[in-house]
């Protein structure tokens, strides 16, 4: 037995995806998951047809989702930029449309240790409590009024050269800030985003290894994972 099989075996296995699906909390952009062929209607096998936005659901942004940066696109950015070691900021108590403050990342560290290059850090804000898959006006409590981080901690983060940031909503940026700040400094920095994530509760404050590889989509500019963290 290969030791990185070891390692995997003495590890548990915890899912930070939503499942795509009718009704999920999304902008108005259709999302079909059509039937194709049908062992009921004849055929040999049964296969779907899907049409899906690139930032449905748990998904990633890469850089050059944002406009006017000649960042790379998902297919340009090599597969370990979408792996490494998980940090999580406990952030449940941010009301909405709050800011996380510099102040409390540097006061995480404080407590759990220096933010490290290479780092994937998460920011738990309990806001998956929001999602619901009964499409209508009450599913779209998840999409507005989310907290987020600030300008100044996008900054930070950047700064210490982090993998990736990410969060348990609908965008990292506060929805207070229209203009999203904390795109705006990550995503030209090369540091790549992840929203919509789910159970991050689960996760210890650090010390989980977590993978969120998307589809290798020619120019795409996201793209839905299914991410997981090996504790």
């Not at 700040?181 to 985003?193: E, Q």
């Not at 689960?202 to 010390?207: E, F, I, W």
Request: aromatic letters at 10%; one cysteine or more; a negative charge.
């Amino acid at each position: 037995m290969s030791s990185l099989r070891k390692v995997i075996e003495g590890c548990r296995v915890v899912d930070l995806s939503h499942s795509l699906e009718e009704g999920m909390p999304r902008p108005q952009v259709p999302y079909g998951h059509i039937p194709w062929k049908s062992y009921e209607k004849g055929d040999g096998f049964n296969t779907y047809m899907f049409l899906v936005f690139e930032h449905a659901g748990t998904h990633v942004d890469a850089p050059v989702h944002l406009g006017g940066v000649d960042g790379p696109s998902i297919d340009e950015i090599p597969v370990e930029r979408w792996m490494g070691d998980c940090y999580v900021l406990d952030m449940t108590h941010k009301a909405e449309r709050e800011f996380v403050s510099l102040d409390e990342v540097k006061k995480w560290e404080v407590m759990h240790g220096e933010i490290e290059a290479g780092a994937m850090v998460l920011f738990r804000f309990g806001w998956e409590r929001r999602w619901t898959t009964e499409y209508g006006v009450e599913n779209q409590i998840y999409l507005r009024d989310n907290p987020g981080i600030s300008e100044e901690v996008a900054q930070y983060l950047a700064s210490r050269k982090v993998k990736l940031v990410g969060g348990d909503v609908p965008t990292i940026d506060s929805d207070a800030d229209p203009e999203e700040h904390a795109h705006r400094v990550l995503l030209p920095a090369g540091v790549l985003i992840l929203e919509n994530a789910a159970n991050l509760g689960k996760l210890p404050p650090r010390g989980a290894f977590m993978f969120a590889a998307p589809l290798k989509i020619k120019d795409g500019t996201g793209c839905p994972v299914r991410a997981f963290a090996f504790i």
